[in-house]
Every structure is written in C-alpha cells, then in structure tokens.
C-alpha cells in the first residue's frame, strides 16, 4: 500500500469541485428552462461569438464531438440555434442563435452571474487571487 492520499491530490480536488459547481448551476437552468450542461455550453459559447463551429466549440469545452453534436441537434430543433454551412470549409457546419436563442441567453445570464456570485461569495476574500491562478492553470501549454 502506498501514503498517497486521493482527496489531497490537487487535480483530484480541482476535478471535484468544479463538477460540484457546474452540477449547482446546472440545477438552476435545467429547473427553469429545462437545458443539459452540453446544451448550455454550447448556447454560452454561441452567446459570444456570431458563429461557431462544432469542432470548434469541442476544443473549447473539452467535451466530445458527439455530446456537442447532440447538444446542437437538440437546440436546432427547439428554434434556439440555426446550422448554416461554412462558406470556406464546406464539410462544416457554423452554428449561431436565433432570435429565441438570444432572447433565452438574456434570460440565463442574470441567473448565471448569481450562481457566479454565490461561489465568490463562499472563496472569500482571496478570491480575486483564486481567480488569478485559475486563469494561469486554464493557460494553454
């Protein structure tokens, strides 16, 4: 047997806690607007930008291309998103919100900027400094 200690290991502890924070405000916009997280990564990264591929989205997320497709599906289907293909890349597909999309971003986000507030709130005061080396950790290498 070794001393190793699962629960002191940092990417342990990282793992755990942001899937404990995505699942919370997950239970938000799931409750009130019926969304999965996939979904509502997809919309959130739509959000940001005109358009967007799924391949795209998928290196951003760190989700499967399949679960980001799916994600997709689902959204197009309920008029949220619209699919049009890529003008330079034709095996492509751009993504972007419809009318209703946007309207439903606008109706997450005050949502989201209390979950987001809560969990400030629960770090403290050095959470201005969390945020600092969060950012450094998310840094690509």
Known sequence: MTSFDLSAFLPYQL????????KGFSELYRAEFGL???????????AQSDQVSVREIQAKVDMDKSKVSRAAARLETAGLIEKRENLEDRRLLDMRLTVKGRD????IVPIAD??????LAQIGPDAAMFRTILLRLLEER
Not at 104 to 107: H, P
């Open 36 to 46: 999965t997280i996939p979904e509502w990564r997809v919309l959130a990264h739509l």
């Open 114 to 119: 209390a979950y987001q507030a809560q969990v």
């Open 15 to 22: 793992a755990v806690a942001a899937s404990r924070i995505s």
């Open 104 to 107: 439903l971003i606008a109706r």
